[in-house]
């Protein structure tokens, strides 16, 4: 914590270490509503029958708060966080909680995965405050919006010497009318302090090939050789670490390093396949791992880490040709397609981690739910489905009486009995130990999984938050795209194309060229983010490599134009967050951390690289663009470069020599199939791929690259032609020499 933060934090600790007790509340009815019911976002349905009376973001709760000259009391969270349905129940659903809140705040609820620049602000607030944060975040405002306390979660009585919510409330409350004056000059030193933290000048420094170096030795120095990932429990999949891995490894293969890098990669992603993280049953992947085993998962399953991990999984098996890696890949797709695909092509963006159990007393209003009861089993439940093929379900995954959560993973006993399945063994030895072939164990452990599916499927399922974003869809169409190439699979291109005439019908402004952030039921009016726009062209330019169709690239063309005009700071490189239109957000700041989601200057900055190799001009403005952007963060890459690793992708990309794959020839002819085919095969990360079809696709091209227009087929057939800047090699049509190119 710095000291220009002080303030903030003097006023945390001396307001809310009262434990002063209080009287105990009820439960609240259900006839309540609030201005929450007209709103979009799941998340604020979920309070809009509250007691509490909550307010949406905006100038109406405000004006209110400067009209009676009240606090802001700021809670934002999303619709599948665990912690926030707790705080929800215990607090938010409490007419005593409620009646202390009406009376002395003007309460707002966000949706943070609706307003991530709102919640960005507020969270760098609580972070440097209080040296952590999460979900649900608690902040309390002037009403000039300017924090002065903040938190997390909040218990609603005092405990273990921490405050409950209710203190929390009532001396926030005092303090506000005994110290008004104090708190708002405080509150304006904080927003300055924060405002200077985000407006230092350029950086200094150096960025070379030493950065990349650098960041795989302080990955690896993080690694876990025992149980794949990095760091200790909880553990997260990370993707955006996986892809730099792998593209330090296609640098050199041969090095020591880059055989570290790929094992490493390949580890990680078997372990993760085989854990409990994975849900074997259904599909796809729960957000982390609350072990260092992977074995007992925080529940909620997350759109971007469905299309991370597909994508990472996809790169593993286009390098190894390992089926397994497939296999994955395909169980995350299937997935996606099957629960959590819109009737119209649409992505929607989670599912809960907690999921019903059984109803509580009606007059409450509440439904008990427990965190991964739609997914855990009992050994008898199992047994029972299964019959006589029990046996060597257990015995793979791990099935015990007793449960199977591992010691000291589960403290509060909430899988006491049950059994979160793992592969315990793999095919081979299950195989092994009951003298079967492995084809046949294969096959029974499907028909379980079927069976069990089936059964599981008539349980209370999970909350599905069915808001649509873009930025996250976008992750999700480049990895169906991705997907059709390296599996030759049409039916994933077909999704994928859907899925992108959704965006471009709902949340695409045709007159304006902007993007909408989400749509559920109808398209919401928050204007797209920087990260909606980054991995939305991001999608665009392999879709594009999947299907060929120029209108995608086009389009991809018009929103880097708009990102570009809207986001980037050309004073000092990089994309900012957020327009600065919006004046209640009183930050611009940009995203200086590859998380669970990559940053938007770390994808806008490939992303520009990648649309220089189609206009065949290295040299132009978005390439130069790209360099702006890579070295505004030479401070983070310098120091700490294994935080941006989606970054460290574009500049791996920057340093090497991209090259251009051109084949010549009708879309749909058996000898270019062929030949994308195999391209398709190689592992070919600075590699941008172009159809020349003879017709509407190449003349879009030729417009702005003039080698294009002259390639042709060569003696009748398809050729495919490999160049460096459009510097090509002799055309050839046989797939044999293609890959002996690729290979050089």
């Known amino acids: 914590m710095t000291s220009r933060f002080h303030f903030g934090f ?36 979920q309070h809009a029958h509250n007691p509490v009376d909550w307010y949406p973001w905006g100038e109406e709760a405000f004006a209110k708060a400067r009209r009676e000259n009240k606090p802001i009391f700021l809670s934002i969270g999303y619709s599948t966080c665990h912690w926030c349905h707790v705080m929800a129940h215990e607090s938010f659903e409490s007419e005593g909680v409620a009646a202390i809140m009406n009376r002395e705040f003007v309460n707002i609820k966000v949706d943070r995965e609706e307003r991530p620049d709102v919640d960005r602000v507020y969270m760098t607030f609580v972070q440097a405050t209080t040296g952590g944060g ?16 903040g938190g997390t979660y909040f218990p609603p009585k005092d405990r273990y010497g921490q405050p409950g919510f209710e203190t929390v409330l009532e001396r926030i409350a005092t303090a506000w009318k005994e110290n008004h004056d104090k708190i708002v000059e405080q509150g304006g030193k904080i927003v300055v302090a924060l405002r200077e933290s985000q407006s230092a ?49 296609a640098r050199d293969p041969k090095s020591d390093s ?27 992947f729960h957000r982390y791992s609350v072990d260092r085993y992977w074995h007992v998962p925080h529940f909620e399953k997350m759109l971007y880490d469905q299309a991370q991990l597909a994508v990472a999984y996809l790169d593993a098996f286009q390098i190894t040709q390992d089926r397994q890696y497939e296999a ?104 092994q130990h009951f003298k079967k072939s492995e084809e046949d164990i294969a096959k029974s452990l499907a028909r379980s999984r079927e069976k069990l599916f089936a059964i599981r499927a008539k349980r209370p399922r999970p909350h599905l938050d069915d808001k649509i974003i873009a930025a996250w869809n976008g992750l ?18 077909e999704i994928a194309t859907r899925a992108a005439n959704f965006l471009r019908a709902n949340l695409y402004d045709s007159s304006r060229k902007i993007l909408y952030r989400n749509y559920r039921e109808s398209r919401s009016d928050i204007e797209g983010f920087a990260d909606d726009y980054a991995l939305v062209i991001q999608a665009l330019l392999d879709l594009y490599e999947a299907s060929f169709d120029v209108e995608w690239l086009k389009l991809a063309n018009q929103l880097q134009e708009t990102q570009d005009r809207l986001f980037f700071d050309e004073k000092n490189g990089g994309y900012f967050s957020t327009s600065g239109k919006d004046e209640s957000v009183f930050l611009r700041m940009k995203d200086d951390n590859d998380g669970a989601e990559p940053a938007a200057s770390s994808v806008a900055a490939l992303n ?18 790209a360099r702006k952007t890579i070295d505004a963060f030479v401070t983070t890459l310098s120091h700490f470069p294994s935080a941006m690793p989606q970054m460290l992708v574009a500049l791996d990309y920057w340093l090497g020599k991209p090259r251009q794959i051109v084949i010549a020839g009708k879309k749909d002819a058996p000898e270019t199939e062929a030949l994308l085919k195999e391209v398709h095969r190689h592992f070919l990360p600075k590699t941008v791929l172009l159809l020349a079809d003879g017709a509407e696709g190449q003349q879009y091209l030729g417009d702005k690259n003039e080698a294009i227009r002259a390639m042709s087929i060569v003696s009748g057939k398809p050729a495919a032609y490999v160049c460096e800047n459009f510097t090509c090699k002799t055309p050839v049509t046989d797939p044999k020499l293609l890959a002996e190119l690729i290979s050089k």
């Open 10 to 45: 003097l006023a945390l600790t001396w307001l809310v270490t009262s434990t002063d007790a209080l009287a105990e509340s009820a439960p609240a009815p259900s006839e309540h509503t609030n201005r929450l019911t007209h709103e979009k976002s799941p998340y604020l349905l």
């Open 134 to 149: 999460g979900w649900p975040m608690s902040v309390w405002l002037t009403p000039d919006l300017k924090p002065f306390v």
């Open 201 to 249: 000048g350029k950086a200094e420094g150096k960025i070379d090939a030493a950065i990349l170096d650098a960041a795989y030795q302080q990955i690896d120095r993080s690694y876990d050789p025992k149980e794949g990932g990095f760091g200790t429990a909880p553990k997260f999949p990370r993707p955006v670490t996986l892809n730099f891995l792998t593209r330090f490894y």
């Open 258 to 284: 880059a055989k570290q890098a790929l094992e490493m990669t390949l580890f990680t992603l078997r372990k993760m396949a085989a854990g409990g993280m994975h849900d074997h049953i259904g599909g796809g």
């Open 328 to 431: 994955v890949a395909r169980d995350i797709l299937d997935y996606v397609a099957r629960d959590m695909t819109s009737k119209e092509g649409g992505f929607f963006s989670a599912e809960d981690a907690d999921s019903p159990v059984v109803a509580a007393r009606a007059d409450r209003g509440h439904v008990e739910t427990k965190e991964g009861a739609f997914y855990v089993w009992t050994k008898k439940e199992i047994d029972d489905a299964l019959g006589d093929a029990a046996e060597i379900f257990d015995f793979h995954y791990g099935v015990q009486a007793h449960g199977n959560a591992p010691e000291g993973s589960d403290p509060q006993d909430e899988f006491r009995g049950k059994n979160i399945l793992i592969e315990r063994h793999t095919i081979a030895e299950t195989a």
């Open 476 to 493: 999700m169409i480049s990895a169906y795209a991705r997907a059709a190439q390296v599996l030759d699979e049409p039916r994933y291109l």
């Open 608 to 625: 520009l690289l990648r649309l220089s190799q189609f206009r065949d001009d290295p040299a132009a403005a978005g390439a130069e663009r």
